[in-house]
T-cell receptor, first 112, second 118 residues
Framework: GQNIDQPTEMTATEGAIVQINCTYQTSGFNGLFWYQQHAGEAPTFLSYNVLDGLEEKGRFSSFLSRSKGYSYLLLKELQMKDSASYLCAVRDGARNFNKFYFGSGTKLNVKP | EAGVVQSPRYKIIEKKQPVAFWCNPISGHNTLYWYRQNLGQGPELLIRYENEEAVDDSQLPKDRFSAERLKGVDSTLKIQPAELGDSAVYLC????????????????FGPGTRLTVL
C-alpha cells in the first residue's frame, strides 16, 4: 500500500524558520508536491521535487531524497499568514502517472 | 484564466437524501479528480477521469456514489442515499493530463463543497 507520513501539528514563532518533514513509501514515484491549505480553502501548489536536492522558491524551499523516501518543506521568515496546513503528496509512477497520494497534512501555527 | 469551479459551496441535507456536486475543470485539462477530505486529513481520491474515461474508481463506494464526465469536460458526483459519515469536503481538481508539457503537472483544486449530513 501507499504510506505518507507527516507530523500532525507544529508551532513556530513569527520570523523564525520551520521545517516540515514528510516520509513516504509508495509503489511508484514520479514527483513529490507540497501544497498549502488555509482553513476552509482549497489546497494551493507550493513546490515540486522529482530529483534529489533542494528547490528554492522565495521564502519556501523543498528538499527530496528518493533513496530515503524523505522530503521536507522549509519555511523561512515566518509570517502570521503562513498559519495553514501543509500537505505532502506523491505522484505515482509510469502506469499511474496522474495519480497522487496525500499525507494527512501538518497544521502549522505561527505565533507572534 | 478561470480556475476549477465547483458548486454548490455548501450543502446541508438529511441522511438518506440524495445530493449532487458539480465541477468544471480548467479549460484544456484532460484529467479530473474527485477527492473527499475529512477534517484534519488529507484528500482521499474517490475517482479519476482521463477525458471521459474513469481510469481509477477503486476508492469510490459504488453502492451509493456515482460520477460521470460525459463529454470529457465538466463532471458530476452523486451520493444516493447520503449517510452521516459522508459529511466532508468534496474537492474537485484537474491537471493537463499525460499530454501536458510540464513535468511538474501539479493539481489545481476547486474551492470544494462542504457537505453536512444531519
Amino acid at each position: 500500500g501507499q504510506n505518507i507520513d507527516q507530523p500532525t501539528e507544529m508551532t513556530a514563532t513569527e520570523g523564525a524558520i520551520v521545517q516540515i518533514n514528510c516520509t513516504y513509501q509508495t509503489s511508484g514515484f514520479n514527483g513529490l508536491f507540497w501544497y498549502q491549505q488555509h482553513a476552509g480553502e482549497a489546497p494551493t501548489f507550493l513546490s515540486y521535487n522529482v530529483l534529489d536536492g533542494l528547490e528554492e522558491k522565495g521564502r519556501f524551499s523543498s528538499f527530496l531524497s528518493r533513496s530515503k523516501g524523505y522530503s521536507y518543506l522549509l519555511l523561512k521568515e515566518l509570517q502570521m499568514k503562513d498559519s495553514a496546513s501543509y500537505l505532502c503528496a506523491v505522484r505515482d509512477g509510469a502506469r499511474n502517472f496522474n495519480k497522487f497520494y496525500f499525507g494527512s497534512g501538518t497544521k502549522l501555527n505561527v505565533k507572534p | 484564466e478561470a480556475g476549477v469551479v465547483q458548486s454548490p459551496r455548501y450543502k446541508i441535507i438529511e441522511k438518506k437524501q440524495p445530493v449532487a456536486f458539480w465541477c468544471n475543470p480548467i479549460s484544456g485539462h484532460n484529467t479530473l479528480y474527485w477527492y473527499r477530505q475529512n477534517l484534519g486529513q488529507g484528500p482521499e481520491l474517490l475517482i479519476r477521469y482521463e477525458n471521459e474515461e474513469a481510469v481509477d474508481d477503486s476508492q469510490l463506494p459504488k453502492d451509493r456514489f456515482s460520477a460521470e464526465r460525459l463529454k470529457g469536460v465538466d463532471s458530476t458526483l452523486k451520493i444516493q442515499p447520503a449517510e452521516l459519515g459522508d459529511s466532508a469536503v468534496y474537492l474537485c481538481a484537474s491537471t493537463p493530463g499525460p499530454g501536458g508539457t510540464s513535468g511538474r503537472t501539479e493539481q489545481f483544486f476547486g474551492p470544494g463543497t462542504r457537505l453536512t449530513v444531519l
